[in-house]
């Protein structure tokens, strides 16, 4: 589950140059916080620092302790 969720995010992403990354990061978490007005959403905000994950070290141990945290609750409720 975990190397599925990886693959879809470096294909999605990976494409990209570095700077691109880091904008359309940017933008996103800048959209999230102002997920109050109707086109835009709160649910940009975490999507902004998954893209930022990408390229900064900090974001992604970050991203990389919460996706261990889910896959360890996931396997305890689901009896895997």
Do not use: K
Request: net charge positive; proline share 6%; glycine share 12%.
């Amino acid at each position: 589950m975990a190397q599925d969720y990886f693959r879809r995010i470096q294909h999605a992403v990976g494409g990209y140059p570095p700077a691109v990354r880091l904008a359309i990061g940017v933008l996103l978490i800048l959209g999230g916080m102002l997920g109050f007005l109707p086109i835009l959403g709160f649910w940009m905000f975490p999507l902004g620092l998954l893209v930022l994950s990408y390229d900064l070290p900090f974001v992604r141990r970050w991203r990389r302790r919460l996706e261990v945290h889910w896959l360890r609750r996931w396997r305890r409720r689901s009896g895997r």
